[in-house]
């Protein structure tokens, strides 16, 4: 809209009588979330107020989802780190157990003699596949500290 046009507009009388606002919010993983609101402006009341309004309205509202979406991201960190944690232990085990073979089999020590890896009580049994889904299962507070 050139000047001439936009003088001629704003001098015209116009009603606005409905606002509406929208705030596109990211939800990770590439994906957002529109979030839109609309009301009608009633007689005695501006725009500018309505809009105020719905801004306000609209930021409480996205100010939970991205408290929510942080809260959701610490999650997913700390069951990674949980998922590593027990994959160095895993590991341990073998070396341990490696350990135990090579003192048994060179003569150094009895079978007997020789303690066994700690029992973890939330780490999978003994035999079964490494799998992520196995360790999530469990809730932080079920893990003995």
């Known amino acids: 809209m050139n000047n001439?046009?936009?003088?001629r507009f704003e001098r015209t009388e116009i009603t606005i009588d409905r606002i509406t606002y929208a705030r596109l919010v990211s939800t990770g993983n590439y994906e957002n979330e529109k979030i839109e609101v609309s009301s009608v402006v009633e007689e005695g009341r501006s725009p500018d107020e309505v809009l105020a309004f719905l801004k306000q309205f609209?930021?409480?509202r996205t100010h939970s989802l991205q408290q929510y979406q942080d809260w959701c991201n610490e999650y997913w960190a700390k069951k990674a780190d949980l998922n590593n944690l027990i994959r160095k232990l895993q590991e341990a085990e073998e070396q341990w157990e490696k350990a135990r073979l090579f003192l048994v089999t060179q003569g150094l020590k009895k079978e007997e003699d020789l303690p066994s890896f700690p029992a973890l009580p939330f780490a999978k049994e003994q035999g079964q596949?490494?799998?992520n889904a196995e360790f999530v299962e469990n809730d932080l507070e079920?893990?003995?500290?």
């Open 4 to 7: 001439q046009n936009l003088d």
């Open 58 to 60: 609209v930021g409480e």
């Open 129 to 131: 596949e490494a799998n």
């Open 142 to 145: 079920d893990i003995p500290m």
